[in-house]
């Protein structure tokens, strides 16, 4: 008789060789198929948040735990710009790839209820993944085309679109109603005075309902949050947990009609014409207010992560977070007392380091290395390109930007920007300049203004001493390429107001 031993592991040996035959005629498993799958994109875009606002980077006041731990997962980008140093023109850069010398947006243009619209033809960052089979959403402020414009999120690629059209309007955080794809949906709760449905947590529901939605497909969700953005409104559970009524704060007072007599109770006031349009509330605990709005951001982006984590598809999900400019000083905001913009001079419309330096985390747990940190310079126009670079969509048209995909997977040959360029048409107009370490602003230049400030970066990234007139060579190399950096547009005129500034 055979030995009950041997006919185990004799039974075992077939079912092990049965089992390697039938995983080789097998299709991929899903961890193979999830390796070569295109990853999922959520692009999180924060409104005036300064490089220093976050616990990471040095904040203080307050902590950001779901963003450090965000950036503990990811790759940080230390050397990372905005498009501009205010929204819309950020927000094109971003969207088209160009920076601000040929981007179509080059200010905040208001226009029929929203922003000067892109042309419907514009190849965008939502059009390009479509063609890779994406789904694509956006949830939050748009500002690049009034409602039905060519420049309409739907008709630029956006699958689905939920929140703010007009970024004057997303000055409020208890609008009157938000926009649902195409139609305007009434926020009953903020009807005359009230504040009952405050909007950023409408739309992260909506975002929420968006991933679980299409967590079997792959999707682009971008999310530009209105926050901080003035006005500084917050929920009060928020409130609470900074507010110090033992040390009152100065507080911000809303624009009222009744003039500045009138006592600081009451002053929004309703029959104001941009009560709720556009006008910053009134409020007592400014610093308080800032720091719940960021706090509740934060905890957004830990939702979202929670979400990703819940369904199983956070490993091959591509999360960027960063901002459009730096902090803002409207609406009673302080970002001297926060430090907002860190080691950087200079707050939103300045074109100093902390008007466009600005925050980057890039998470992706398949492809990104942890803790991982880059000084590669990069701009908002990069994002279009490394995008098609990553789903491997050809562009119809070159553009600024580069793609910086082999940074991100940590792979050989990132090509880098001879220069970075921005323009900006408030405030009398300023150009700007980064090649290398050095960097070159023009102020004043549609009075003819020809000076050049110069700062070496690397050894003065504070921007404080300006050896333009130690290295002329420097200085004609960058004032030429401030030049050669722009195509006039006849919507946004540059040089046209430089002439008309300077007519005898």
Known sequence: MRNPLHQVIAKFLVLVFLSVAVAACSPATDSEETQDRKPNIIYILADDLGYGDLSFLGQEKFQTPHIDQLAARGMVFTQHYAGSTVCAPSRSALMTG????????????????????????????????????????????????????????????????????????????????????????????????????????????????????????????????????????????????????????????????????????????????????????????????????VTLLDNQVGEIVTSLESLGILDNTLIILTSDNGPHLEGGADPDFFDSNGPFQGYKRDLHEGGIHVPMIASWPEKVKAGSETDHISAFWDILPTFADLVGVDLKENVDGISFLPTLLGEEGQETHDHLYWEFHEQGGKQAVRKGKWKGIKLDVFKGNENLLLFDLESDPGEENDLSETHPELVAEIKALMEESRVEDPEWPFQEKIQAENQP
């Open 98 to 293: 160009f920076h601000t010398g040929h981007t179509q947006v080059r200010g905040n243009r208001g226009l029929n209820g929203g922003q000067f619209p892109l042309a419907l033809d514009t190849q965008t960052i939502p059009e390009i993944l479509k063609k890779a089979g994406y789904v694509t959403g956006a949830f939050g402020k748009w500002g690049l085309g009034y409602p039905g414009s060519s420049g309409d999120p739907l008709k630029q690629g956006f699958d689905v679109f939920f929140g703010y059209n007009s970024q004057t309007i997303a000055h409020n955080y208890y609008p009157r109603e938000l926009y649902d794809n195409e139609n305007i949906l009434a926020l009953e709760g903020n009807q005359g005075t009230d504040e009952g449905e405050y909007a950023p947590l409408l739309i992260q529901q909506r975002r929420i309902e968006f991933i679980k939605d299409n967590r079997d497909t792959t999707f682009f969700l971008y999310m530009p949050s209105i926050i901080p953005h003035a006005e500084l409104k917050a929920p009060q559970e928020y409130m609470e947990r900074f507010l110090k009524r033992t040390t009152p704060e100065p507080p911000y007072q809303y624009e009222s009609l009744l003039g500045p007599e009138t006592p600081y109770e009451g002053m929004d006031d309703p029959d104001h014409p941009r009560y709720k349009a556009g006008g910053y509330g009134s409020q007592a605990y400014p610093h308080a207010a800032f720091a719940a709005m």
